[in-house]
């Protein structure tokens, strides 16, 4: 059985309480668990004060719960950053429940052992599926959606929501009256239409 263990923790609090991220973390998770139920093997739990981890069935809808999660985080002007891990595994047929859930077991060692790593270093993101050229791909590509997604800043959010939620600069414009030209740069200097273009790519990169 093929699946995908979801792992991601705390990167940086910014302005937010330390002792208040639990609990928003556990709100942001209930929202992403309802939205995907359908890719979910196992529902994402905390398993530790800012860490959270769950097992998909699906590499794309793997991929979309990472953008909701970081949209969520937008929508709900939550200032801090997380680290998230991907981890491709495959559970082959076996004889027994209990061989299933060592396998099992294995799988979420190696995430886990990838997930210190990456806190070790910069990045945000880390994909690891079963075909190297693809992982190579898709953390290439999140290179470049992190750089656009941590340009925002809490003072963006409120501008950022607004184009995520699909209204055009106009709209905009007019939902924070100010006039059309200054919405039309809010989106240039947010740089909306390369953030959907790299989303697009990741998800185009599973095909």
């Known amino acids: 059985m093929e699946h995908f263990i979801l792992m991601s923790a ?15 973390l ?11 139920k359908k890719h979910f093997i ?22 979309e719960m990472i953008f909701d999660i970081e949209e969520c985080l937008i929508e709900n002007n939550l200032d801090f950053k997380l680290k998230h891990v991907l981890y491709h595994d495959t559970i ?14 294995f799988g979420l060692i190696d995430a886990r052992q990838r997930l210190d790593l990456i806190k070790k270093t910069d990045s945000r993101f880390l994909i690891a599926t079963n075909n190297e050229k693809v992982s190579l791909y898709l953390n290439n590509l999140f290179l470049i959606y992190e750089d656009y997604l941590d340009s925002w800043k809490l003072k963006d959010y409120e501008y950022v929501k607004a184009f995520l ?21 809010r989106e240039k200097t947010l ?3 390369q953030y959907y273009t790299i989303k697009e790519m990741i998800l185009g990169g599973t095909e």
């Not at 705390?10 to 928003?24: D, M, T, Y």
């Not at 556990?26 to 995907?36: E, G, Q, T």
């Not at 196992?42 to 793997?62: A, K, R």
């Open 10 to 24: 705390l990167r940086q609090r910014g302005s937010l309480p330390k002792e208040l991220i639990p609990a928003e």
């Open 26 to 36: 556990k709100k942001v998770i209930s929202v992403i668990n309802r939205l995907h």
């Open 42 to 63: 196992t529902n994402l739990d905390m398993v530790m004060p800012f860490e959270f981890q769950g097992i998909t069935n699906s590499l794309l809808g793997s991929l």
């Open 92 to 105: 082959e047929t076996v004889q027994s429940k209990h061989s299933a859930y060592e396998r099992l077991g």
């Open 165 to 185: 939620n699909h209204l055009n600069y106009k709209e905009v414009a007019e939902l924070f009256d100010i006039n059309v030209s200054s919405g039309w740069r």
């Open 191 to 193: 740089k909306m239409k």
